[in-house]
């Protein structure tokens, strides 16, 4: 069974630092990876995501995501973070080892909050 | 462009009674899904549409239970007497080919459903 860990509850950064929000997955074989954004009563927003190529990837309001094949990891980056970052943040998985099934299965999410 | 736009954004219910839950996916988007988020967790599969059919019903709890998408657009999902663990946020989503594993989902705002 495929399954996303996100061992971060909530994240806390001050404005201009940058931020990390970490993301382990597991699945039978190759992943697709990916990055929602949920902002308070709203649906989740697609950040980026990674197929298949170069490990960075960059995404939507400068962010960006590692994938680690060894650590199964994807780790969510943005270099200076902004107060209007704060929000919640899912990373899901989707197993490729899985024929005919095309659902995510996503962490628990973790809160990042900025601090001014 | 329109998103994905889910009526009605809250429905409170009493025990027992039956509701339905509805979505209008992107225009051409062939393919659809529903979630359900609880509380502090993040989205968890329900069920799939590719076109009309659904693909993947793996993810609904039990037979109160069931999804319609009849002529391949807006679904309906609808529980029967619903019960106090079935309060949730319901999210739907939809993409532009299911078929195309790699394509991001794009999420509705989302019914939160209360079950008194």
């Known amino acids: 069974a495929q399954s996303v860990a996100q061992p971060e509850d909530q994240v806390n950064v001050a404005e201009g630092n940058p931020l990390t929000v970490k993301c382990t997955y597991s699945?039978?074989?190759?992943?697709?990876l990916f990055w929602y954004v949920q902002y308070p009563n709203r649906g989740l927003q697609f950040l980026l995501k990674?197929?298949?190529?170069?490990?960075l990837v960059k995404g939507s309001y400068g962010f960006e995501a590692e994938f680690n094949k060894s650590q199964t990891s994807f780790h969510l980056k943005k270099p200076s973070a902004l107060v209007s970052d704060s929000a919640l943040y899912f990373c899901a998985v989707r197993d490729l080892e899985r024929a005919g099934s095309y659902q995510l299965t996503f962490g628990k999410g973790t809160k990042l909050s900025v601090i001014p | 462009g329109a998103g994905v736009s889910q009526t009605p954004s809250n429905k409170v219910t009493e025990k027992g009674k039956y509701v339905e839950l509805r979505c209008d996916p992107i225009s051409g988007h062939t393919a659809l899904y529903w979630y359900r988020q609880s509380l502090g967790q993040g989205p968890e599969f329900l069920i799939y549409f590719q076109g009309t059919g659904a693909a993947d019903d793996s993810g609904l709890p039990n037979d109160r239970f069931f999804a319609v998408r009849p002529e391949g657009s807006v679904s309906t999902l609808k529980i029967q007497r619903t019960e106090r663990g079935d309060s949730a946020v319901y999210l739907c989503?939809?993409?532009?080919?299911?078929?195309?594993?790699?394509?991001?989902?794009?999420f509705g705002p989302g019914t939160r459903l209360t079950v008194l």
């Open positions: 989503a939809s993409s532009l080919n299911g078929g195309a594993a790699y394509n991001e989902q794009f």
């Open positions: 699945v039978s074989g190759n992943p697709y």
């Open positions: 990674y197929i298949t190529g170069d490990n």
